[in-house]
T-cell receptor, first 113, second 113 residues
Framework: GAGVSQTPSNKVTEKGKYVELRCDPISGHTALYWYRQSLGQGPEFLIYFQGTGAADDSGLPNDRFFAVRPEGSVSTLKIQRTERGDSAVYLC???????????FGDGTRLSIL | QKEVEQNSGPLSVPEGAIASLNCTYSDRGSQSFFWYRQYSGKSPELIMSIYSNGDKEDGRFTAQLNKASQYVSLLIRDSQPSDSATYLCAVNKDGGSQGNLIFGKGTKLSVKP
């Protein structure tokens, strides 16, 4: 597709469960970013990949959060032992490189019951 | 002081008027600046990027950057009801070396017919 694709669009799960969120960036974009957005707030940075490596993971809130991008294209954000406070919209963006405009997917709305 | 500050609004303007949205940032090393539009329940959509001091025009939109004052603004001419949305200001962290964006909370714009 032409844009950033995120799946699932919605995820509802119980506290303590494990979740995986997937992002397929725009073809040819080497940089990939994960953000999360809570109601009434701007997106908050989580992690940035340049190619296969995590260039900056300083935004991950704790060690329950982990992300991979094994082939430099699709990325998966993994959250272990989910907590109600993890509920948010998780946004993925991609760009041609650092400092270039970032284009966002439609997001995954995660709800932890 | 927050890294990127915006007036949360709501900013209400009549149809056909100029809407002026403002943003200040704290990191003097910031190099790249972006405006995103976000409709309710949707993901952010890039509308403008600006990298150097001065004005940049694209259709009805003009972005203005003043690095000395650490100030960036967005003007929307001939505002339309379809412009009603939250406008997010985003600044590239660490002078562009890492790529991740710091967002303001957004300004909610309402254009009245």
């Amino acid at each position: 597709g032409a844009g950033v694709s995120q799946t699932p669009s919605n995820k509802v799960t119980e506290k303590g469960k494990y979740v995986e969120l997937r992002c397929d960036p725009i073809s040819g974009h080497t940089a990939l970013y994960w953000y999360r957005q809570s109601l009434g707030q701007g997106p908050e940075f989580l992690i940035y990949f340049q190619g296969t490596g995590a260039a900056d993971d300083s935004g991950l809130p704790n060690d329950r959060f982990f992300a991979v991008r094994p082939e430099g294209s699709v990325s998966t954000l993994k959250i272990q032992r989910t907590e109600r406070g993890d509920s948010a919209v998780y946004l993925c963006a991609s760009s041609r490189g650092p400092n270039q405009p970032q284009h966002f997917g439609d997001g995954t709305r995660l709800s932890i019951l | 002081q927050k890294e990127v500050e915006q007036n949360s609004g709501p900013l209400s303007v009549p149809e056909g008027a100029i809407a002026s949205l403002n943003c200040t940032y704290s990191d003097r090393g910031s190099q790249s600046f972006f405006w995103y539009r976000q409709y309710s329940g949707k993901s952010p959509e890039l509308i403008m990027s600006i990298y150097s001091n001065g004005d940049k025009e694209d259709g009805r939109f003009t972005a203005q950057l003043n690095k000395a004052s650490q100030y960036v603004s967005l003007l929307i001419r001939d505002s339309q009801p379809s412009d009603s949305a939250t406008y997010l200001c985003a600044v590239n962290k660490d002078g562009g070396s890492q790529g991740n964006l710091i967002f303001g909370k957004g300004t909610k714009l309402s254009v009245k017919p």
